[in-house]
Every structure is written in C-alpha cells, then in structure tokens.
C-alpha cells in the first residue's frame, strides 16, 4: 500500500539546516514598539493575568507598549491585521497563535509568544520563555531569526497539519469548547476516535511521487511535535525548507500507544508500520468519498482533499539574546 520516496527526499540523506542548529542565528532589530494580543481565558485564566504583568515589564523597560484581549474566536487574526511594524506578543495556546499568524499583513512584524495556554506546542517548539519578564528582556534584546511557515488552503501553521485520527479528535474537541479548558478535554474525544472503525483512508502524494496508497492517519510537519507530546515527525526543522510526513500504515488503540511511546526513539522514521519523507509540496485525498477530516495547528480545518507547501523565511519570529562570551 505504502512506497517509499527517492533516496534523495528520504530522512537519512535529507538536506542539511541552512543554518547550524534549530535556532538560526539571531539579527538585532532596533527597539521597537509591542503589540501584545492576549486570550484571557486561556489556561483558565493565566492568559489575563500574563498579559498585564508582560504588558508592565515592558513599559518599565521604556518600550511603546499596546494591549489587545480578544473575546471571539477571529479577534487574533483582525487584530494582527491591523499591526504595522514592531512586534506582536502573542498571549494565549495554539489556537490564538494560529490566528495571529494567519493575520500578519506585514512581513517586518516579529512574532513572540507567551504560553498561557493548555498545551502550548508552539511555544514550547519555539523555545519561547514562560515567564512574562523573561519575554520582556527578549523583546528588549530585540534578537530575531526567520522561520519556514506550512500553508495549507489558504490558512498558515507553525506546527504543520494531520488528517484522519488527529483531525477527527480536534473535530470533538472543537465541538466542546464550553466545557473546562485543559489536557482533560482531550481525553475523551480521543478514546471516542481512536475506537470508531473503519477509518477513512487517505493517497499520501509528495512532491508528485504516490508514497502511500492508503493512510488512515496521516501528519505533515514543520515541527517535530504535532499534538501535545506526540513527537510525530522529529526530524523537522523550521528553517530547512521543507515538510516531513508521516504516514501511518495501520491505525487502533494498541498502534496509538505504540507510536506515542516509539515516537522518541532515534529510529523511529524508519519504523516498518509507517512511511517518513520530506518534501516541499504535498496532496492528501481521500481513497473513496470518505469524508476525511483536516487540522492545522491543532485546530479543524475542513476535510480533504488538501494540499500542503512550505513558505520558506515567511515569518519572523523573536530569538533569545545572545550569551556573553565566557571570560578568558
């Protein structure tokens, strides 16, 4: 069902960072105003109360500092929108990251995050700081470095997307957002999907190469982690050019804990249940006329067919200040 890609897009022979590292090497930007958008019922809360200790550090470092609290779903993207120059402090989970990014009209805005979320992939991806003045002395640093984006239909992700088992959970998750926000929400949606059967299966195409006839579970990454603690594509670097993908061969509760736990093995990739490739263009599409779910960034998408590509340096994103140079 599965195949395998030319040796050439494969993990082992993969093109090497263009820069050293995870963390390219840093620029200085001149010290600029900050934006700060903030969900305030993120992590029950701490987003609002992370917004205003950030927003008082930076003011009491001399910077312009501006406060936006959203209070529905979009306000992140019209806000970001509406931002010329400077940076933008995203304060909040994922989701009101997500939407930022998806807002930014002005490729010179520095993106920095201040987890107050949930799960907090991104930030957590990013090395950001989870401390409000730690934030502020990055800003006032004023070091950043460019970051690839995923685009898919239209919408950005820093994390990447996945279709079928993942998708289908943030579909459930979704569905409940009145209920308390936390890990626990994604409990139950979880056991529900991964124990309805038949999954739809899904025509995994990279770079114009059929690599898999039929996935029921299927990720592509930016980022090694795609939900929460499932490290799903450990070889994906933000600044390499392209995307990994994951394509499951079998899917079901005893695969689910399998690959969860296997996921932080160094051989992970060339596990004999799954296919692993990079590439810079991908199309996922259902078998038959399943309905197959979508998710960016931990968020529904729509349903497949779907079409993924990596946007090179497209987004700024802030770095930490450099370390002095040990004394000789």
């Given at each position: ?24 090497c840093a ?8 934006t ?10 701490r987003?609002?109360r ?15 500092t501006?406060?936006h ?6 306000d992140?993207?019209r ?6 120059g ?24 520095c ?14 991806q ?8 730690v934030?502020?002395?990055?800003i006032?640093?004023?070091k ?10 239209g ?14 959970v ?5 569905a ?5 926000l936390g890990?626990?929400r ?22 114009d ?8 579970y299927?990720i592509?990454g930016n ?23 994951v394509?499951?061969k ?9 690959l969860?736990?296997?996921?932080f ?6 596990r ?6 990079q590439g810079?263009h991908v ?7 399943s309905?197959?779910p ?6 529904p998408?729509?349903t497949?067919?779907?079409q993924f590509d ?11 200040p450099?370390?002095?140079s040990p004394s000789?």
């Open positions: 069902m599965c195949g395998q890609l030319h040796p050439a897009l494969r993990g082992e022979t993969r093109p090497e960072s263009r820069f050293s590292g995870e963390m390219r620029q200085s930007k001149p010290l600029m105003k900050t700060i958008i903030a969900n305030p019922i993120a992590g029950n809360g987003g609002q992370y917004a205003d200790a950030l927003e008082q550090a930076l003011q009491e470092r001399g910077i312009e501006t406060l609290i959203t209070a529905n779903a979009g992140g993207q806000l970001a929108n509406t931002v010329e400077g940076y933008i402090a995203v304060v909040g989970g994922d989701g009101t990251v997500n939407e930022v990014l998806n807002g930014l009209s002005d490729n010179s805005v993106l920095a995050i201040l987890a107050a979320g949930s799960v907090n992939v991104v930030a957590r990013l090395q950001f700081p989870q401390r409000p003045e934030l502020a002395d990055w006032t640093a004023a950043t470095r460019p970051m690839d984006v995923l685009e898919c239909g919408r950005r992700a820093i994390l990447g997307g996945g279709a079928g088992f993942d998708a289908a943030a579909e459930r998750v979704n409940s957002r009145g209920d308390k890990l626990w994604w409990v139950m949606p979880t056991l529900q999907t991964v124990w309805a059967r038949p999954y739809p299966m899904i025509r995994v195409t990279v770079d190469r059929e690599v898999c006839a039929a996935s029921p299927v592509v980022c090694p982690f795609s939900a929460g603690s499932f490290r799903a594509t450990p070889r994906a670097k933000t600044d390499d050019g392209l995307l990994d993908v394509a499951v079998r899917f079901g509760p005893l695969k689910m804990i399998s969860a736990l296997g996921s093995l160094p051989s992970f990739p060339e004999a249940d799954l296919v692993y490739v810079r199309d996922l599409e259902p078998v038959d006329n309905r197959v979508l998710q960016l960034d931990g968020d998408a729509g497949l067919p779907a990596v946007l090179p340096d497209a987004c700024t994103v802030l770095a930490p450099q370390k002095p000789r």
